[in-house]
Protein backbone atom coordinates (compact mmCIF):
# COMPACT_ATOMS: atom_id res chain seq x y z
CA UNK A 1 0.00 0.00 0.00
CA UNK A 2 2.48 2.10 1.54
CA UNK A 3 4.44 1.87 -1.97
CA UNK A 4 1.08 2.17 -4.38
CA UNK A 5 0.63 5.29 -2.58
CA UNK A 6 4.53 6.72 -3.29
CA UNK A 7 3.82 5.65 -6.79
CA UNK A 8 0.54 8.32 -7.15
CA UNK A 9 2.57 10.54 -5.07
CA UNK A 10 5.79 10.68 -7.60
CA UNK A 11 3.36 10.78 -10.56
CA UNK A 12 1.52 13.35 -9.86
CA UNK A 13 4.41 15.51 -8.54
CA UNK A 14 6.22 14.98 -12.14
CA UNK A 15 2.96 15.76 -13.94
CA UNK A 16 2.64 19.00 -11.63
CA UNK A 17 6.41 19.55 -12.09
CA UNK A 18 6.36 18.80 -15.92
CA UNK A 19 3.70 21.35 -16.71
CA UNK A 20 4.50 24.18 -14.69
CA UNK A 21 8.48 24.03 -16.40
CA UNK A 22 7.30 24.39 -19.79
CA UNK A 23 4.84 27.67 -18.44
CA UNK A 24 5.96 31.15 -18.33
CA UNK A 25 7.25 32.39 -14.89
CA UNK A 26 3.91 34.57 -14.75
CA UNK A 27 1.60 32.18 -16.11
CA UNK A 28 -1.07 30.02 -14.24
CA UNK A 29 -1.53 26.46 -13.43
CA UNK A 30 -3.73 24.24 -15.68
CA UNK A 31 -6.10 24.03 -13.59
CA UNK A 32 -8.78 21.48 -13.62
CA UNK A 33 -9.54 21.21 -17.35
CA UNK A 34 -11.80 17.29 -16.98
CA UNK A 35 -13.47 18.86 -13.94
CA UNK A 36 -14.42 21.75 -15.94
CA UNK A 37 -15.74 20.02 -18.70
CA UNK A 38 -18.42 18.02 -16.59
CA UNK A 39 -19.77 20.86 -14.67
CA UNK A 40 -17.69 20.40 -11.29
CA UNK A 41 -15.87 23.71 -10.01
CA UNK A 42 -12.82 23.19 -8.16
CA UNK A 43 -11.45 26.00 -5.73
CA UNK A 44 -9.72 26.83 -3.07
CA UNK A 45 -11.20 27.73 0.73
CA UNK A 46 -8.83 30.56 1.64
CA UNK A 47 -8.51 29.34 4.90
CA UNK A 48 -5.46 26.88 3.37
CA UNK A 49 -4.28 30.62 3.17
CA UNK A 50 -4.54 31.87 6.63
CA UNK A 51 -1.30 33.32 7.50
CA UNK A 52 -1.58 35.67 4.13
CA UNK A 53 -3.98 38.30 3.40
CA UNK A 54 -6.81 37.94 1.10
CA UNK A 55 -5.32 39.63 -1.32
CA UNK A 56 -2.49 37.33 -1.86
CA UNK A 57 -4.66 34.03 -1.19
CA UNK A 58 -6.76 34.78 -4.27
CA UNK A 59 -3.16 34.98 -6.29
CA UNK A 60 -2.27 31.70 -5.15
CA UNK A 61 -5.72 30.84 -6.20
CA UNK A 62 -5.04 32.05 -9.92
CA UNK A 63 -1.53 30.95 -9.57
CA UNK A 64 -2.60 27.04 -9.60
CA UNK A 65 -4.98 28.23 -12.68
CA UNK A 66 -8.02 27.65 -10.52
CA UNK A 67 -11.20 29.83 -11.16
CA UNK A 68 -12.90 29.65 -7.74
CA UNK A 69 -12.19 30.73 -4.45
CA UNK A 70 -14.60 30.28 -0.76
CA UNK A 71 -13.87 32.91 1.47
CA UNK A 72 -13.91 32.79 5.33
CA UNK A 73 -14.74 35.46 7.91
CA UNK A 74 -11.79 37.66 9.88
CA UNK A 75 -9.03 37.44 7.12
CA UNK A 76 -6.79 40.19 6.95
CA UNK A 77 -7.56 42.45 3.47
CA UNK A 78 -4.38 43.50 2.16
CA UNK A 79 -1.02 44.21 2.94
CA UNK A 80 -1.46 48.00 2.31
CA UNK A 81 -4.39 48.16 4.63
CA UNK A 82 -4.19 48.31 8.78
CA UNK A 83 -4.11 44.63 10.24
CA UNK A 84 -7.76 45.38 11.64
CA UNK A 85 -9.53 45.28 8.31
CA UNK A 86 -10.82 42.42 7.35
CA UNK A 87 -12.48 40.31 4.70
CA UNK A 88 -16.45 39.82 6.29
CA UNK A 89 -19.73 40.35 5.60
CA UNK A 90 -19.37 43.68 7.68
CA UNK A 91 -16.70 45.43 6.05
CA UNK A 92 -17.46 48.52 4.64
CA UNK A 93 -18.11 49.62 0.79
CA UNK A 94 -15.03 50.35 0.08
CA UNK A 95 -13.07 47.87 0.75
CA UNK A 96 -16.01 45.35 -0.49
CA UNK A 97 -15.44 47.15 -3.66
CA UNK A 98 -11.33 46.30 -3.10
CA UNK A 99 -11.51 43.03 -2.91
CA UNK A 100 -14.45 42.57 -6.03
CA UNK A 101 -11.74 44.44 -7.55
CA UNK A 102 -9.03 42.04 -7.38
CA UNK A 103 -11.42 39.22 -8.05
CA UNK A 104 -11.84 40.76 -10.69
CA UNK A 105 -8.54 41.21 -11.83
CA UNK A 106 -7.88 37.72 -11.43
CA UNK A 107 -10.57 36.07 -12.92
CA UNK A 108 -11.50 34.24 -9.60
CA UNK A 109 -14.98 33.47 -8.85
CA UNK A 110 -16.42 33.40 -5.01
CA UNK A 111 -18.65 31.22 -5.25
CA UNK A 112 -18.65 29.93 -1.40
CA UNK A 113 -18.31 31.76 1.61
CA UNK A 114 -17.81 30.79 5.53
CA UNK A 115 -17.91 28.76 8.22
CA UNK A 116 -19.67 32.35 8.87
CA UNK A 117 -22.51 32.30 12.06
CA UNK A 118 -25.79 33.40 10.87
CA UNK A 119 -27.84 34.97 13.88
CA UNK A 120 -31.29 33.90 14.81
CA UNK A 121 -31.78 38.46 14.72
CA UNK A 122 -33.54 38.29 11.44
CA UNK A 123 -31.47 41.60 11.22
CA UNK A 124 -28.43 40.46 11.68
CA UNK A 125 -29.00 37.64 9.55
CA UNK A 126 -29.95 39.54 6.72
CA UNK A 127 -26.33 41.17 7.02
CA UNK A 128 -24.74 37.97 5.85
CA UNK A 129 -27.15 37.06 2.66
CA UNK A 130 -27.11 40.81 1.48
CA UNK A 131 -23.52 40.76 1.19
CA UNK A 132 -23.40 37.33 -0.45
CA UNK A 133 -25.91 38.78 -2.82
CA UNK A 134 -23.75 41.96 -3.82
CA UNK A 135 -20.34 39.74 -4.10
CA UNK A 136 -22.06 37.17 -6.51
CA UNK A 137 -22.07 34.60 -3.88
CA UNK A 138 -23.98 30.93 -4.35
CA UNK A 139 -23.18 29.62 -1.19
CA UNK A 140 -23.25 30.76 2.24
CA UNK A 141 -21.23 27.77 4.80
CA UNK A 142 -22.88 27.68 8.57
CA UNK A 143 -23.90 25.65 11.43
CA UNK A 144 -26.54 27.29 12.33
CA UNK A 145 -28.56 26.02 15.22
CA UNK A 146 -31.36 23.48 14.12
CA UNK A 147 -34.31 25.47 15.85
CA UNK A 148 -32.87 28.12 13.22
CA UNK A 149 -33.39 26.15 10.19
CA UNK A 150 -37.06 27.13 9.24
CA UNK A 151 -35.83 31.20 9.25
CA UNK A 152 -32.72 30.15 7.62
CA UNK A 153 -34.39 28.32 5.28
CA UNK A 154 -37.28 31.05 4.35
CA UNK A 155 -34.08 33.63 3.75
CA UNK A 156 -32.07 31.49 1.52
CA UNK A 157 -35.55 31.17 -0.60
CA UNK A 158 -35.98 35.21 -0.64
CA UNK A 159 -32.32 35.69 -1.55
CA UNK A 160 -31.46 32.61 -3.80
CA UNK A 161 -28.73 31.49 -2.25
CA UNK A 162 -28.16 28.48 -0.78
CA UNK A 163 -26.91 27.73 2.90
CA UNK A 164 -24.80 24.72 3.17
CA UNK A 165 -24.42 23.09 6.53
CA UNK A 166 -20.82 21.96 7.77
CA UNK A 167 -19.69 19.76 9.72
CA UNK A 168 -16.42 20.30 12.49
CA UNK A 169 -15.23 17.51 14.35
CA UNK A 170 -16.82 16.11 17.68
CA UNK A 171 -17.91 17.62 19.35
CA UNK A 172 -19.61 20.18 16.98
CA UNK A 173 -23.39 20.11 16.51
CA UNK A 174 -23.14 18.59 12.75
CA UNK A 175 -20.04 16.65 13.51
CA UNK A 176 -22.47 12.99 12.85
CA UNK A 177 -24.12 12.72 9.25
CA UNK A 178 -26.68 11.28 10.32
CA UNK A 179 -27.61 14.80 12.52
CA UNK A 180 -27.56 16.60 8.94
CA UNK A 181 -29.86 14.25 7.37
CA UNK A 182 -32.49 14.51 10.07
CA UNK A 183 -32.22 18.15 10.33
CA UNK A 184 -32.65 18.73 6.75
CA UNK A 185 -35.74 16.49 5.94
CA UNK A 186 -38.06 19.24 6.20
CA UNK A 187 -35.95 21.81 4.44
CA UNK A 188 -36.24 23.06 0.84
CA UNK A 189 -33.65 22.59 -1.59
CA UNK A 190 -31.36 25.48 -1.19
CA UNK A 191 -30.63 24.22 2.49
CA UNK A 192 -27.54 21.10 1.91
CA UNK A 193 -24.29 20.18 3.30
CA UNK A 194 -20.97 21.61 2.85
CA UNK A 195 -19.10 17.87 3.05
CA UNK A 196 -15.82 18.13 4.65
CA UNK A 197 -14.09 14.56 4.47
CA UNK A 198 -11.37 15.79 6.54
CA UNK A 199 -13.69 16.00 9.99
CA UNK A 200 -15.44 13.42 8.98
CA UNK A 201 -12.62 10.91 9.22
CA UNK A 202 -11.06 12.84 12.43
CA UNK A 203 -14.49 11.60 14.21
CA UNK A 204 -14.02 8.42 12.93
CA UNK A 205 -16.67 8.71 10.63
CA UNK A 206 -16.49 7.09 6.80
CA UNK A 207 -16.70 9.80 4.30
CA UNK A 208 -17.79 7.82 1.59
CA UNK A 209 -20.81 6.42 3.87
CA UNK A 210 -21.91 9.92 4.74
CA UNK A 211 -22.14 11.38 1.08
CA UNK A 212 -24.25 8.31 0.18
CA UNK A 213 -26.56 9.09 3.00
CA UNK A 214 -26.85 13.05 2.38
CA UNK A 215 -27.72 12.00 -1.44
CA UNK A 216 -29.91 15.04 -2.81
CA UNK A 217 -28.36 17.53 0.05
CA UNK A 218 -24.74 17.58 -1.57
CA UNK A 219 -23.73 21.10 -2.29
CA UNK A 220 -20.00 22.11 -2.03
CA UNK A 221 -17.26 20.36 -0.41
CA UNK A 222 -14.22 20.74 2.11
CA UNK A 223 -12.48 18.07 0.05
CA UNK A 224 -9.57 16.73 2.40
CA UNK A 225 -7.57 13.39 2.24
CA UNK A 226 -5.35 12.70 6.10
CA UNK A 227 -2.47 11.17 7.38
CA UNK A 228 -4.98 8.88 9.77
CA UNK A 229 -8.17 8.16 10.66
CA UNK A 230 -10.14 8.77 13.79
CA UNK A 231 -7.84 11.27 14.73
CA UNK A 232 -8.70 14.66 15.49
CA UNK A 233 -5.20 15.42 15.65
CA UNK A 234 -4.37 13.93 11.93
CA UNK A 235 -3.38 16.80 9.36
CA UNK A 236 -3.79 16.82 5.25
CA UNK A 237 -2.21 14.98 2.91
CA UNK A 238 -1.49 15.22 -0.72
CA UNK A 239 -5.00 13.47 -2.28
CA UNK A 240 -4.39 10.06 -2.90
CA UNK A 241 -1.37 9.23 -0.64
CA UNK A 242 -3.38 9.27 2.79
CA UNK A 243 -6.16 7.19 4.29
CA UNK A 244 -9.16 8.24 2.82
CA UNK A 245 -10.90 6.78 -0.61
CA UNK A 246 -11.46 9.79 -2.32
CA UNK A 247 -11.98 8.05 -5.34
CA UNK A 248 -14.85 5.92 -4.33
CA UNK A 249 -16.34 9.61 -2.98
CA UNK A 250 -15.62 11.39 -6.23
CA UNK A 251 -17.28 8.33 -8.28
CA UNK A 252 -20.51 8.84 -6.06
CA UNK A 253 -20.60 11.93 -6.32
CA UNK A 254 -20.40 11.79 -10.11
CA UNK A 255 -23.24 8.81 -9.93
CA UNK A 256 -25.78 10.53 -7.67
CA UNK A 257 -25.53 13.42 -10.45
CA UNK A 258 -25.05 16.19 -8.11
CA UNK A 259 -25.29 19.87 -10.07
CA UNK A 260 -21.90 21.79 -10.67
CA UNK A 261 -21.53 21.14 -6.98
CA UNK A 262 -18.15 22.87 -5.69
CA UNK A 263 -14.89 21.19 -4.36
CA UNK A 264 -12.90 23.56 -1.95
CA UNK A 265 -9.66 22.47 -1.44
CA UNK A 266 -9.36 23.30 2.41
CA UNK A 267 -5.52 22.17 3.32
CA UNK A 268 -4.23 22.89 6.05
CA UNK A 269 -0.99 21.71 6.29
CA UNK A 270 2.39 23.17 5.25
CA UNK A 271 1.42 26.60 5.66
CA UNK A 272 3.76 28.57 4.53
CA UNK A 273 4.31 27.01 1.60
CA UNK A 274 1.21 24.49 0.49
CA UNK A 275 0.65 25.70 -3.20
CA UNK A 276 3.12 22.47 -4.52
CA UNK A 277 0.86 20.09 -2.41
CA UNK A 278 -2.33 21.87 -3.34
CA UNK A 279 -0.87 21.60 -6.96
CA UNK A 280 -0.73 18.00 -6.61
CA UNK A 281 -4.43 17.88 -5.25
CA UNK A 282 -5.31 19.56 -8.05
CA UNK A 283 -3.33 17.24 -10.41
CA UNK A 284 -4.66 14.14 -8.80
CA UNK A 285 -8.70 15.38 -8.67
CA UNK A 286 -8.30 16.06 -12.55
CA UNK A 287 -6.95 12.65 -13.26
CA UNK A 288 -9.08 10.89 -11.99
CA UNK A 289 -12.66 12.86 -12.77
CA UNK A 290 -10.95 11.90 -16.91
CA UNK A 291 -10.90 8.39 -15.86
CA UNK A 292 -14.42 8.13 -15.15
CA UNK A 293 -16.01 11.35 -17.43
CA UNK A 294 -17.47 9.60 -19.99
CA UNK A 295 -19.09 7.30 -17.63
CA UNK A 296 -22.67 8.69 -17.75
CA UNK A 297 -24.01 9.84 -14.26
CA UNK A 298 -27.42 8.64 -12.66
CA UNK A 299 -30.77 10.19 -13.58
Partial sequence: MKSARFIVTLSSLMLVLAVFSVLPAAAAGPGAPAAEAIGWRVGCQLWSFNKFTFMEAIDKVASLGLKYAEAFPGQRLSQDLPEDIKF?????EEHRQLAQKKLEETGVKLLCYGVVGISNNEGDARKVFDFAKVMGIETVVSEPARKNLPSVDKLANEYGINVAIHNHPKPSLYWDYNVAVE???DCGPRLGVCADTGHWA???????EAVKALKGRLISFHLKDLNA??????????WGTGVLDLKSVLNEVKQQGV????FSIEYEYNWDNNVPDIAQCVAYFDKVVSEFESTPAAK
Fill in 229 to 238: FGERDAHDVI
Fill in 259 to 262: EKPV
Fill in 183 to 185: ALK
Fill in 88 to 92: EHTMS
Fill in 202 to 208: RSGQDPL
